[in-house]
């Protein structure tokens, strides 16, 4: 007889397979969203310093054949709230050092988030702060925009790489408190 749970309840069976059995495999799908778009990031990064592209002209990769995909705020914005699912949906599966280094990512992503909601809102309702022509977010008043998104990306991405690293590298307390098969060492029969 099939049971049927609750949306609820499939949704917390959901979580805990993900940070479980299914918690190696949905980091590695995550990190290539990360990296895809860091590779987006640096791409345009280079058209600009390297090539000497004028900042409009400097759309990335995707940007190039698909221009409205960079001046997009809802596409920004989907990303940022993507990575801020992604890193509070896989944040069950780590313990210890990976635990807390994980957390330092997710909170800087929960204010990169906030940017990107701001300039979202901008954008809809024709308001922009300072009376620009164009949405601006709050650091954009000090730092320009292609080179805080590379910062914001960069302050986010490496405390994901130090917890990934712990996360497979764990101490034997973090591993004997992992529900998944992360550990490099326990794939290995030992525990470090």
């Known amino acids: 007889m099939a049971t049927h749970l609750d949306p609820a309840s499939r949704y917390r069976r959901g979580v805990v397979t993900v940070n479980s059995d299914r918690h190696r495999a949905a980091l590695w799908v995550f990190m290539v969203i990360v990296v ?39 596409m920004h914005y989907g990303y940022a709230l993507l990575m801020l699912a992604g890193l509070l949906l896989l944040l069950p599966g780590f313990t210890g050092r990976s635990r807390t280094w994980w957390r330092v990512s997710l909170w800087i992503q929960v204010w990169h988030h906030l940017e990107h909601f701001l300039l979202l809102v901008q954008a809809l309702s024709g308001a922009h702060l300072g009376g620009g022509a164009a949405p601006m977010s709050l650091i954009q008043f000090v730092v320009p925009r292609v080179e ?32 998944c098969g992360c550990a490099t060492a326990r794939e290995e029969g030992a525990v470090r």
């Not at 990031?41 to 000497?52: E, P």
């Not at 302050?155 to 992992?178: C, G, I, K, Q, S």
């Open 148 to 179: 805080l998104h590379l910062l914001y990306n960069a302050l986010v991405f490496a405390p994901m790489v130090v917890a990934m690293y712990l996360h497979t590298h764990p101490r034997p307390d973090e591993a004997a408190a992992m529900a």
């Open 36 to 74: 895809a778009h860091w590779a987006e990031h640096l791409a345009q990064a280079a058209q600009i310093y390297v090539l000497d592209w004028p900042v409009p002209e400097a759309r990335g990769v995707l940007g190039i054949p698909f221009p409205w995909l960079v001046s997009s705020e809802w």
